[in-house]
């Protein structure tokens, strides 16, 4: 993990590798932005118009270097864009910050240390910083080299993140303009340290094989963060799942010779008033099992698994920050295989409810097995359930792959969740429950089949888990099959591979809840 310190040197004499500077998109070229004031000085008041001289506008991204003035201790300038100059007397919003930090720290890869001086006006500005210096530094390499330590999910923890053929990750950030003995900039400096630390978790957990992550490996790296943290952990294997009738889990998990688990993480403060319960989908590989996905849509269902890990991730992250709030997480782990013992197209399940499920696809698996977490987290009655999964290809097709959907029961609810992703730079979307779609679900044999209507078929997945969720209990549904892993160029914070999607806005919607915002 990148290392960060705030820092009261002035950028000339930072010993570093290279001091990193704001530039603004103006409507007459680039404009040096607020931080880099001694820089420009250092230039003589010309920093903007050697960047443009060096074909740079200020876009958002965008990243030029150039020598650094005389007498400055880092050989290097580093100047980012950051979009266009904000209107009079207005700060740039905390993720085009977030961004253009990552965007840096992308950059500098294989330096040892930078010094950031981007716009820091207040504490807020300055964990925005931090959040995206020490996200955007990510890399996942342990698999990389001469082959030793490679098989770093099991049970071992997070994977390495060090480069063992290419360039290591900043090894080290200086944040510049914050203020080291302010108690408000220490801690959001703080905060923005632990949860990165523990999305960057969540990427190593999405990126790694499925040959070294299956469901059992999952559960002893969430066993093992969780005895750490002072967070309790309790385990099913398939024994324990057969003996108390979770056939949506096992059905899903019956073809593969590793079996599944479903894992409950606790994190209890003697100070909540609410509970929230968070469930994760947890496919460690999905095949598509007996309903065999085609070639070139299997080779990345590693991350089907990305749902449990943010909810992994956030639960331990609630427990770093010791929030004010009881936070439940649900993994639902399942290696959804093809084999003589796999579930049949046609086989009926006995959900842990009791409902009946008529399975016709056996690639619509994602939802089997979060229904039967949802039913189990709503016996402890929590104020609301939160379930994250790469659900379905038709949320991507509707929204893209940078942006997730919301589904939920209560409108108000769905209108908070939404808020707080987009406050947290998590692009999202309110999606509708259509009562209509309902009847696609119709079966001759069971109580509801697993599939409905091809077209809105993202909303039939949300209509078929809001049957499992216990009565009276909001709930929502973030559908994160597009933003969970990133299979385009690195851009911002985001690098390529796992991303860590919705990680944020749990822990956001927590610090919420604890502060008594949410209802």
């Known amino acids: 993990m990148t290392a960060l310190t705030l820092s009261t040197a002035a950028a000339s004499g930072l010993r570093a590798d290279a001091i990193v500077v704001g530039v603004a998109k103006g409507a007459k070229g680039p404009v040096v932005a607020l931080g880099a004031e001694s820089v420009d000085k250092a230039y003589d008041g010309k920093l903007a118009s050697v960047l443009e001289t060096l074909g740079a506008s200020g876009g958002e991204g965008e990243v030029t270097k150039l020598p650094a003035p005389s007498g400055f201790k880092a050989p290097v300038v580093l100047a980012v864009?950051?979009?266009?100059?904000?209107?009079?007397?207005?700060?740039?919003?905390?993720?085009?910050?977030?961004?253009?930090?990552?965007?840096?720290?992308?950059?500098?890869?294989?330096?040892?240390?930078?010094?950031?001086?981007?716009?820091?006006?207040?504490?807020?500005?300055?964990?925005?910083?931090?959040?995206?210096?020490?996200?955007?530094?990510?890399?996942?390499?342990?698999?990389?080299?001469?082959?030793?330590?490679?098989?770093?999910?099991?049970?071992?923890?997070?994977?390495?993140?060090?480069?063992?053929?290419?360039?290591?990750?900043?090894?080290?950030?200086?944040?510049?303009?914050?203020?080291?003995?302010?108690?408000?900039?220490?801690?959001?400096?703080?905060?923005?340290?632990?949860?990165?630390?523990?999305?960057?978790?969540?990427?190593?957990?999405?990126?790694?094989?499925?040959?070294?992550?299956?469901?059992?490996?999952?559960?002893?790296?969430?066993?093992?963060?969780?005895?750490?943290?002072?967070?309790?952990?309790?385990?099913?294997?398939?024994?324990?799942?057969?003996?108390?009738?979770?056939?949506?889990?096992?059905?899903?998990?019956?073809?593969?010779?590793?079996?599944?688990?479903?894992?409950?993480?606790?994190?209890?403060?003697?100070k909540a008033k609410k509970h929230l319960a968070f469930v994760g989908k947890g496919i460690t590989y999905d095949s598509g099992g007996i309903s065999l996905k085609p070639a070139g849509h299997n080779e990345t269902m590693k991350c089907d698994m990305s749902g449990a890990a943010a909810v992994f991730a956030a639960v331990i992250s609630a427990a770093r920050l010791g929030l004010e709030v009881n936070v439940t997480g649900w993994l639902a782990l399942a290696e959804n295989m093809p084999s003589g013992s796999a579930t049949r197209p046609g086989d009926v399940l006995r959900m842990y409810s009791g409902k009946t499920v008529e399975v016709l696809n056996t690639d619509a698996e994602g939802r089997l097995v979060l229904a039967d977490a949802i039913t189990k987290a709503s016996e402890d009655k929590p104020d609301a359930i939160v379930d994250v999964a790469t659900l379905t290809g038709a949320m991507m097709m509707a929204l893209g792959g940078r942006t997730f959907g919301i589904m939920a029961n209560d409108d108000a609810f769905r209108t908070s969740v939404h808020e707080i992703a987009e406050e947290v730079g998590e692009p999202s979307w309110p999606m509708p429950l259509p009562e209509h779609l309902l009847k696609g679900m119709d079966s001759p044999t069971a109580d509801i089949a697993n599939m409905g209507e091809r077209m809105g078929g993202g909303l039939v997945a949300g209509l078929f888990l809001r049957e499992f969720v216990g009565e009276g209990i909001t709930w929502a549904h973030l559908d994160i099959a597009g933003p969970a892993y990133n299979e385009a160029a690195p851009f911002g914070y985001t690098p390529k591979g796992g991303t860590g999607s919705a990680v944020r806005t749990l822990v956001r919607l927590a610090e919420r809840t604890a502060a008594g915002d949410l209802g």
Do not use: C, M, W
Request: no cysteine; hydrophobic share 40%.
């Open 81 to 270: 864009g950051l979009g266009a100059v904000p209107e009079k007397d207005s700060a740039y919003d905390a993720d085009t910050l977030r961004r253009a930090a990552g965007a840096a720290a992308r950059a500098l890869a294989g330096t040892k240390k930078a010094g950031f001086a981007l716009p820091v006006t207040d504490a807020a500005d300055a964990g925005a910083v931090a959040e995206g210096a020490l996200l955007g530094a990510y890399s996942f390499d342990a698999y990389k080299g001469n082959g030793k330590d490679t098989k770093a999910a099991k049970g071992k923890g997070k994977a390495e993140n060090g480069a063992k053929n290419g360039k290591a990750p900043l090894a080290e950030v200086a944040l510049l303009g914050a203020k080291p003995r302010d108690k408000a900039h220490k801690a959001a400096v703080e905060r923005a340290t632990a949860v990165t630390e523990e999305l960057n978790r969540a990427r190593d957990l999405i990126n790694t094989p499925p040959n070294d992550l299956n469901p059992e490996a999952f559960a002893a790296v969430a066993g093992a963060a969780a005895k750490e943290h002072g967070v309790k952990v309790q385990v099913l294997d398939e024994k324990a799942l057969a003996k108390g009738g979770f056939g949506g889990i096992l059905g899903v998990g019956v073809g593969s010779d590793a079996p599944p688990r479903l894992v409950k993480l606790s994190y209890t403060s003697s």
